[in-house]
T-cell receptor, first 111, second 114 residues
Framework: QQQVKQSPQSLIVQKGGISIINCAYE??????FPWYQQFPGKGPALLIA???DVSEKKEGRFTISFNKSAKQFSLHIMDSQPGDSATYFC??????????WGAGTKLIIKP | DADVTQTPRNRITKTGKRIMLECSQT?????MYWYRQDPGLGLRLIYY???????NKGEISDGYSVSRQAQAKFSLSLESAIPNQTALYFC?????????????FGPGTRLTVL
């Protein structure tokens, strides 16, 4: 069973637009929520991460919004660029320090 | 990430064959992981090792085995490959400084079992 549910499965956004990917979780013991970015032919790489004691974290054009009460978090990519086209994974860390992964979102930014 | 290397990068094999995928890292990390990636399923953990003498099963260990030959080397074996083990396999590493550990991934091995 998937403990971290990610949506949408795929997303097409115009250049300059805002890309939004959502994740939801059930396990309240999760205490670290990273987002990974994967380009074709490469392994995933950490993009940005948040802890549940803050509601938002911003790094450049990338922002994580975190809603602890709703057990949801999302990735926002502002001014989306063709170079942002990739697969994005949300994840959460459990008590064993293992990452539980969402299913991934394939993002395509149209020029 | 060039610090984590995987061999081979691509492999086509037949049902019933024994296959070994190898992972080496120069990051000096104690923790190493093997994942498989399938479309629509994300990454699923097969095995993980927190040090040379500590190996643990992950979510989907059936049909797989591992060997941690040294801090820098972690191998994944399929003793008798079957078609539903066709997938993209990733090795990853992390350090052991607490729970918020970034994982560093290799470039992956694409395995096809006919």
């Amino acid at each position: 069973q998937q403990q971290v549910k990610q949506s949408p499965q795929s997303l097409i956004v115009q250049k300059g637009g805002i890309s939004i990917i959502n994740c939801a979780y059930e396990n309240t013991a999760f205490d670290y929520f990273p987002w990974y970015q994967q380009f074709p032919g490469k392994g995933p790489a950490l993009l940005i991460a948040i802890r549940p004691d803050v509601s938002e974290k911003k790094e450049g054009r990338f922002t994580i919004s975190f809603n602890k009460s709703a057990k949801q978090f999302s990735l926002h990519i502002m001014d989306s660029q063709p170079g942002d086209s990739a697969t994005y994974f949300c994840a959460a860390t459990d008590s064993n320090y293992q990452l539980i992964w969402g299913a991934g979102t394939k993002l395509i930014i149209k020029p | 990430d060039a610090d984590v290397t995987q061999t081979p990068r691509n492999r086509i094999t037949k049902t019933g064959k024994r296959i070994m995928l190898e992972c080496s890292q120069t990051k000096g990390h104690d923790r190493m992981y093997w994942y498989r990636q399938d479309p629509g399923l994300g990454l699923r953990l097969i095995y993980y090792s927190f040090d040379v003498k500590d190996i643990n099963k992950g979510e989907i260990s059936d049909g797989y085995s591992v060997s941690r030959q040294a801090q820098a080397k972690f191998s994944l074996s399929l003793e008798s490959a079957i078609p539903n083990q066709t997938a993209l396999y990733f090795c990853a590493t992390s350090d052991n400084r607490g729970s918020y550990n970034e994982q560093f991934f290799g470039p992956g091995t694409r395995l096809t079992v006919l």
